[in-house]
C-alpha cells in the first residue's frame, strides 16, 4: 500500500463523528445563549407577547418553521436555530420544523432539543389548527404563498403569527408580472398588520428584512364579501429555475 494512504478504523471514523455532533452542540448551546440574551430577541419576544394578548390568541400553541437551512453548515442557520430555541422555551410550545437541505448532524440536533421533524417535504402547505408561529427566515416566497393557499379562511388566518421576510417590501419591490404568480401573499397585505424589527443584531445578515404579520381585526371589518372566494391552488411553472430548484 502507497504511503500516501492512512487506514482510518470504522471505529475510529465513528469516534471522530461523535467528537464533531459534541463540538456542534457544545457550540450551539453557546449560540442559544448568546441569542435568547440578545435585545433583539428580548424586542421580538416582547412584540410576540403584545400580538398575542392584544389578538386573544392564548400565547402560541405550535411554531412551525420552514426554510431555516442547514444548521451544521451556515453560520445564519445557527443564530435562526438559537433564535427559535428561545422562542420555544420563552412560550412553552412545541416546534415543527422542515427544510430539504437538513443533514444528519441537523437532526440529531433538532431531536437533542425536542423539535418535531416534519417527514416529508409538503411545500408550506401545512394546515394550521392552534395558534402558530410560523418562522420562515429568508425563505422562497413560494412557501408563504403555499402556506397562505392552504389556511385561506379568516379562522386559520386569525390563529396564524408569521415571523418572515416583509410583505410590504416584497409587494413594493416585486415586478406587477412576478405578483400575479404569488397571489395570496399579494391578497394577504390588506388583512395584515406588519411589525418591522431594529435589525440591531450583532451580524446584520441574520434577521435582515425579517418582519412580524398578523391579522388585524380592523381590516378585517373592511373585507369585501367575496375576499375569500378565491381558492386557486398556485402553480409556478413559469418560473425561474433556481426557484424551481429549491422547492425540488
Ligand atoms: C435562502 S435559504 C435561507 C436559509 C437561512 N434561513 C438563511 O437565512 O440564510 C432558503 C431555504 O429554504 C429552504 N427550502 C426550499 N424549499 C423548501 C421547502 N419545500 N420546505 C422547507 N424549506 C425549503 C432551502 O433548502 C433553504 O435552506
Not at 7 to 34: F, G, M, N
Not at 61 to 84: H, M, P, R, T, W
Not at 115 to 137: A, H, M, Q, Y
Not at 153 to 158: E, Y
Amino acid at each position: 500500500m502507497s504511503s500516501d494512504f492512512v487506514l482510518v478504523s470504522k471505529k475510529k471514523k465513528s469516534r471522530r463523528k461523535a467528537d464533531d455532533t459534541t463540538s456542534l452542540l457544545r457550540r450551539i448551546s453557546s449560540i442559544c445563549e448568546e441569542v435568547s440574551s440578545s435585545s433583539y430577541c428580548d424586542n421580538l419576544v416582547d412584540i410576540l407577547q403584545e400580538i398575542s394578548s392584544k389578538q386573544e390568541l392564548n400565547s402560541f400553541q405550535n411554531i412551525l418553521c420552514y426554510g431555516l437551512g442547514s444548521v451544521e453548515d451556515f453560520a445564519n442557520s445557527k443564530y435562526q436555530f438559537g433564535l427559535l430555541v428561545s422562542l420555544k422555551e420563552h412560550f412553552k410550545t412545541k416546534v415543527q420544523i422542515y427544510d430539504p437541505n437538513f443533514r444528519k448532524d441537523d437532526l440529531t440536533l433538532f431531536e437533542h432539543y425536542q423539535f418535531d421533524i416534519i417527514e416529508e417535504n409538503e411545500f408550506g402547505k401545512r394546515s394550521i389548527d392552534s395558534t402558530t408561529l410560523v418562522f420562515l427566515p429568508h425563505c422562497p416566497h413560494e412557501l408563504l404563498n403555499n402556506f397562505l393557499w392552504k389556511n385561506w379562511d379568516i379562522t386559520s388566518l386569525k390563529k396564524c403569527v408569521i415571523f418572515g421576510n416583509s410583505i410590504g417590501h416584497f409587494i413594493e419591490n416585486t415586478p406587477l408580472k412576478t405578483k400575479e404568480t404569488f397571489k395570496y401573499i399579494c391578497r394577504v397585505q390588506s388583512l395584515v398588520e406588519e411589525v418591522s424589527l431594529d435589525n440591531r443584531f450583532k451580524f446584520s445578515d441574520v434577521f435582515n428584512d425579517l418582519a412580524v404579520h398578523y391579522i388585524s381585526e380592523e381590516n378585517i371589518d373592511q373585507l369585501p364579501c367575496d375576499f375569500f372566494d378565491f381558492d386557486e391552488e398556485p402553480n409556478y411553472d413559469t418560473l425561474p429555475v433556481e426557484y424551481r430548484k429549491t422547492l425540488s
